[in-house]
């Protein structure tokens, strides 16, 4: 059986996003109606600025106690996120996140079109040990290249 793609693992393809000045209030409200743990940031009609997940709402407001209402996402958002081709293999896509430290990822067409967000918890248990087993290799490697 063929592996997965970023793409065919996202159930919901419906992308939630903000502006850039939407209060981090209404970024948490719109997550916790969507059952979603990342909004993406995007400036009309289609320019994707950065994202926000729910690990930024604590360690970047709540543990600075920041005022929710008064701080927008741009200044509490990654900017510039790193994306996937919807191609990308799930073990590809978990390899980068393991080895960055983040647990979404945006897909991205060649239009540059957002095309949905994947996240860590789209991917299957064989896929994930796929990618810990790559991600060991990777760290052995570098390891002994020094």
């Not at 065919?8 to 719109?30: R, Y």
Request: glycine residues 6%; aromatic residues 4%.
């Amino acid at each position: 059986m063929a592996e997965r793609t970023v793409f065919q693992s996202v159930p919901k393809k419906h992308v939630l996003s903000l502006g850039p000045q939407a209060n981090v209030w209404e970024a948490a409200c719109a997550m916790t109606r969507a059952n979603c743990g990342s909004i993406l940031v995007m400036e009309p009609p289609d320019r994707l600025l950065g994202i926000v997940t729910e690990r930024d709402l604590m360690t970047r407001v709540l543990a600075r106690a920041l005022e929710p209402k008064q701080t927008t996402l741009a200044q509490v958002m990654t900017a510039h996120p790193q994306c996937v081709a919807p191609e990308t293999k799930v073990s590809d896509a978990v390899v980068i996140m393991l080895e960055r430290g983040f647990r979404h990822l945006p897909i991205v067409g060649a239009d540059r079109k957002i095309l949905g967000v994947f996240s860590i918890r789209d991917a299957l248990p064989r896929e994930l040990g796929a990618a810990l087993s790559q991600a060991e290799f990777n760290e052995q490697v570098n390891d002994a290249l020094g």
